[in-house]
Nanobody, 124 residues
């Protein structure tokens, strides 16, 4: 089974940029459909972005479209979320997740493997 570990979170000012990483072990990242999710205090976990297929197919939540970019590096077995033009409302714990190639979804409940999250805080 694949294990996922997020990193790269931190404190940034509004308008700044940050890149999150999701390192996979025990499995090949490209063998799964992958996603980024986030959860802010008092809110449900929500979909941010996903990547699947070869060539890659990507999808983004409306709230981050045009600002965030999801990608993966097969050689490093790592997925990334490049975030720019960050807003205070982007503040949340960000999680990476994986699911079978057969499952194409933005529903958190459908993903089988999760990292433990990395905190992103955007100050005004």
């Amino acid at each position: 089974q694949v294990q996922l570990v997020e990193s790269g979170g931190g404190l940034v000012q509004a308008g700044g940029s940050l890149r999150l990483s999701c390192a996979a072990s025990g499995g090949t990242l490209n063998d799964y459909n992958m996603g980024w999710f986030r959860q802010a205090p008092g809110k449900e976990r929500e979909f941010v972005a996903r990547i699947r297929g070869n060539p890659s197919i990507t999808d983004y939540a409306d709230s981050v479209k045009g600002r965030f970019t999801i990608s993966r590096d097969g050689a490093k077995n790592t997925m990334y979320l490049q975030m720019k033009s960050l807003k205070p409302e982007d503040t949340a714990v960000y999680y990476c997740a994986a699911v079978s190639r057969l499952v194409v979804t933005v529903r958190p409940s459908r993903y089988d493997y999760w990292g433990q999250g990395t905190q992103v805080t955007v100050s005004s």
